[in-house]
T-cell receptor, first 118, second 109 residues
Framework: GAVVSQHPSWVICKSGTSVKIECRSL??????MFWYRQFPKQSLMLMAT?????????EQGVEKDKFLINHASLTLSTLTVTSAHPEDSSFYIC??????????????FGPGTRLTVL | SQKIEQNSEALNIQEGKTATLTCNYT??????LQWYRQDPGRGPVFLLL?????KEKRKERLKVTFDTTLKQSLFHITASQPADSATYLC????????FGAGTTVTVRA
């Protein structure tokens, strides 16, 4: 149980184009979903937190107009990287949390999406 | 914000030995600290959670300690196996997860 999927698993795009990444909780309803970015040999950095039906909360330094997050249902969140540039190339990972306790509820992570911008 | 340091980038050990990983943080002690396993090109997988009032937590061959005085958590893999080879991340949970950069463990057969 508690499986989170991401699609696509990898994507290559040209500079200036937009890319959409989907995150789904397959066997549970997630009250909250999170989007992280990870550069090689670095830690996961939280980009934004989203609750179903609400606007996402972005971390300091993350451009909300560039990284559009939509959380339309309890099982689906999407991240759209708009006007992608080579510096946006990274490993994007989503996670989903059941319940409302931010401290004790486990986050389940997706397998990640490798984005390469040429 | 918290600065989280995991003591070494890489750890190579012989099969059957115990791997010990360190996680140090700089600011306030979080209520909860978690450890995750991450395989190359994959998302993290939750392993263990320890609360600030717990000294030690065990799960099969894994053991975690949490010392709020030292601001440190230790993660032990006993009787290590080649299948334990992965990157291990510690994460401080203060309503949001803050991750360390991880320690890559390689277990030699």
């Amino acid at each position: 149980g508690a499986v989170v999927s991401q699609h696509p698993s990898w994507v290559i795009c040209k500079s200036g184009t937009s890319v959409k990444i989907e995150c789904r909780s397959l066997d549970f309803q997630a009250t909250t979903m999170f989007w992280y970015r990870q550069f090689p040999k670095q830690s996961l950095m939280l980009m934004a937190t989203s609750n179903e039906g609400s606007k996402a909360t972005y971390e300091q330094g993350v451009e909300k107009d560039k990284f559009l997050i939509n959380h339309a249902s309890l099982t689906l969140s999407t991240l759209t990287v708009t006007s992608a540039h080579p510096e946006d190339s990274s490993f994007y990972i989503c996670s989903a949390r059941v319940g409302t306790s931010g401290l004790t509820d486990t986050q389940y992570f997706g397998p990640g999406t490798r984005l390469t911008v040429l | 914000s918290q600065k989280i340091e995991q003591n070494s980038e890489a750890l190579n050990i012989q099969e059957g030995k115990t791997a010990t990983l360190t996680c140090n943080y700089t600011n306030y002690s979080p209520a909860y600290l978690q450890w995750y396993r991450q395989d190359p090109g994959r998302g993290p997988v939750f392993l263990l959670l320890i609360r600030e009032n717990e000294k030690e937590k065990r799960k099969e061959r894994l053991k975690v300690t949490f010392d709020t005085t030292l601001k440190q958590s230790l993660f032990h893999i006993t009787a290590s196996q080649p299948a334990d080879s992965a990157t291990y991340l510690c994460a401080l949970n203060d309503y949001k997860l803050s991750f360390g950069a991880g320690t890559t463990v390689t277990v030699r057969a």
